[in-house]
């Protein structure tokens, strides 16, 4: 847990249906910690392959920065509603005293309890308690060199979803849903295996903004795989779209 808060940094937690979590706490605010937590996940409990299904529904999110106008810190502290219940012990964890945790109901399809308990026959070990507590240190290609050979092939297979980062402002609404609308026609059409979509509100997360150099929305960012690629302004089609981050247009 942490003696004490550094002025800026990034905070992710991981939480399984039974209890256990897996975070990080990161000064440098990379990217892939959202892949390092599951790997980890894979490793400790012996699973087949990273559980990527509980992202977002079972994450929380802190981010701390320094005002430079006021030179105090800010933070923005956001859990899913299934992390939410964990307050307590991520303010321990992230050294945040007595902070509310602000609640994220984006994804209420993916979180919803029907398709969650679909994974239980295929990960059993999740809905058990290990009393796991674990802070994850080392980035997922290190994690691979921790994996036996067969389990490093099918991390292989499997590690590389497709992670957007889409940067919007609140206060546009109409045009937040239209670039919504786009982005699921597009990429259920064009990607070839599974990808994560996180919706930021630069209103909101202004430091999120900032750390990724965002100033103008909607700005869509890949974030993985790399290289990093990003999208600024509305798109025309879905070709313009496929181009733009490089795959192949359906025909």
Known sequence: MSDSVAPSFKGIALFTPGGDCVY???????????????????????????????????????????????????????????????????????????????????????????????????????????????????????????????????????????CFKLFVSGADTVATERMLRFLYTTLESTLPSAYTLQVIDVTTHPGEAEAAHVSATPTLIQVWPEPVRRVVGNVLSQEQMALLLAYPVPT
């Open 24 to 162: 990080c706490l990161d000064e440098q605010k990379r990217a892939h910690w959202h892949l390092d937590l599951c790997a980890a996940l894979q490793t400790h409990l012996g699973l087949t392959e990273p559980p990527y299904f509980l992202l977002p529904c079972f994450t929380a999110t802190v981010d701390r920065w320094v005002n430079p106008t006021t030179q105090s810190p800010v933070t923005v502290a956001e859990a899913y509603p299934r992390a939410l219940r964990f307050q307590p012990l991520l303010n321990a964890l992230f050294g945040l005293g007595q902070l509310q945790w602000q609640p994220n109901y984006s994804s209420t399809e993916e979180c919803s309890v029907a398709l969650i308990e679909s994974y239980r026959p295929i990960f059993p070990q999740l809905w058990e308690c290990h009393d796991l507590i674990m802070r994850v240190e080392q980035s997922i290609g290190m994690a691979e060199e921790l994996l036996p050979i067969d389990a490093i092939d099918a991390l292989g297979a499997v590690s590389q979803p497709h």
